[in-house]
């Protein structure tokens, strides 16, 4: 039987010049599963959602945390990684950029995440599996909602 966390997190959306949607590859040791998602991770104490997606992006991919925009919307998750479930709700947030397939530079990631990473792509289309599975949804509320 796995635990299960409820640590907060946020994920960044990211879309390049011609609407691509940047997505993270990682392998599940423990599963013996890969996985495609946005870049993002969990909120340290003290910490709101968007400093949280800013940080991430930046230790992820490298890529500028004030390109993430103060715009999000709820994602309901459930999902297991490395044994452990997770059930939470993330805040998605979108950073968009005006070069098509911007550089990825992932030289902050975490030891753990090292020993995941499988690389990342600027997709046309999302592979699966993909995480969250509606992502498809969230990038087109995340571009079509104005709040």
Do not use: N
């Not at 459930?78 to 939470?88: A, C, E, N, P």
């Amino acid at each position: 039987m796995s635990a299960t966390s409820d640590r907060p997190a946020a994920r960044v959306v990211c879309l390049d010049r011609d609407g691509r949607v940047l997505l993270m590859h990682w392998y599940d040791h423990v599963s013996g599963l890969d996985v495609w998602e946005p870049p993002g991770g969990g909120i340290d104490p003290g910490e709101t959602p968007l400093e949280a997606a800013r940080r991430e992006l930046t230790e992820e991919t490298g890529l500028p945390g004030s390109a993430v925009l103060d715009r999000y919307v709820e994602v309901e998750r459930d999902f297991t990684w490395l044994g452990v479930r997770y059930v939470k709700t993330e805040c998605f947030f979108l950073a968009r950029f005006g070069t098509s397939r911007p550089a990825i530079d992932p030289g902050e990631l975490t030891e753990e995440e090292q020993r995941a990473y499988l690389g990342y792509d600027w997709a046309e289309e999302l592979p699966e599996p993909i995480e969250p599975p509606e992502l498809a949804k969230v990038v087109e509320r995340l571009i079509t909602d104005r709040r």
